[in-house]
């Protein structure tokens, strides 16, 4: 009797551990991936440069990248038109000749950035708000650059995920007149889905460039990466925070209708997603993992 006993207490508590793990194991798949703060968040900043020079701006991004913006024509290309007359401007499109950009990986060290392939940076913060870059470009002479830090998008949550270097995964377009669907692809490559829109327009196709990755910054920057190798500078801001939606300019010309929503799915991805009418509904769902 007193080993039976001992048995169901055995079975019982074998029972309310197994019960246990369990809902452990189930908390711990309901619960949401853990987006981490990027490397060089506190030391991300863009600097206007003041007086006479060959350079706009110097900006390092939260991710660890170094954009140079020099006066002069850029080698930048973008995404093009979808086709003739529209009146929009793409979240991935930039026809920006005004300006040159480099561009590469930085590392920081107090108050030196290392900047791959370029040289280093030295800040010398003066008693107001500007400063003094000292610029030692690898081979040449260095040479002191006043300059102004640009004001920084308040700090929130949704911003904090938002800002920093993205890929490119996929991109899903679906292109309707009234109620039917002429047009529905995915594609790891934004250049196919021009190709596509271009032959849905009767447009003759030419070669284009495909996104590889996305780039916002606390500073409003908003950067598109190309499989070329350039690279398209715009600036963003958030139209309606709560909502989770923003705008964004290319070459300083803010759309109205350049809408795009953000959110964050459970794989960790960025999500934006563009809609625009014209003669076609078109509706745009860019997919992202961050880039590390």
């Not at 979240?91 to 590469?104: A, F, Q, V």
Request: hydrophobic share 30%; net charge negative.
């Amino acid at each position: 009797m007193k080993k039976n006993a001992l048995i169901a207490l055995s079975m019982i508590m074998l029972s309310v551990f197994s019960f246990t793990f369990t809902s452990c194991g189930d908390d711990d798949d309901d619960e949401e991936p853990v987006i981490t703060t990027p490397k060089y968040s506190e030391d991300a900043v863009r600097y206007e440069i003041k007086g006479t020079s060959d350079i706009a701006s110097i900006e390092f991004t939260e991710s660890g990248m170094y954009v140079i913006t020099k006066k002069g024509k850029s080698a930048a290309k973008g995404f093009g038109k979808f086709f003739k007359g529209k009146s929009y401007k793409s979240i991935t499109r930039s026809e920006d000749d005004d300006y040159e950009y480099i561009h590469g990986k930085y590392t920081k060290n107090g108050d030196v950035y290392t900047l791959e392939g370029f040289g280093t940076i030295t800040v010398v913060k003066k008693e107001d708000v500007n400063v003094s870059l000292q610029i030692q470009q690898t081979g040449k002479k260095a040479y002191t650059l006043s300059a102004q830090p640009t004001e920084k998008i308040e700090k929130s949550d949704i911003t904090t995920k938002l800002c920093r270097t993205w890929k490119c995964d996929s991109i899903n377009l679906v292109c309707t007149k009234g109620d039917t669907v002429v047009l529905n692809r995915t594609s790891t490559k934004s250049a196919k889905l021009r190709v596509a829109v271009d032959s849905l327009y009767g447009e003759k196709t030419h070669e284009h460039e495909s996104c590889e990755e996305f780039i916002f910054t606390t500073s409003g920057s908003y950067l598109v990466k190309y499989d070329d190798g350039t690279l398209g500078v715009a600036q963003w801001k958030w139209k309606n925070e709560k909502k989770d939606t923003l705008y964004y300019a290319w070459e300083g010309e803010w759309d109205e209708d350049g809408v795009v929503s953000v959110s964050f799915n459970k794989n960790n991805q960025l999500v934006l997603v563009e809609v625009h009418n014209a003669t076609f509904n078109e509706h745009h769902t860019y997919y992202f993992t961050e880039k590390k």
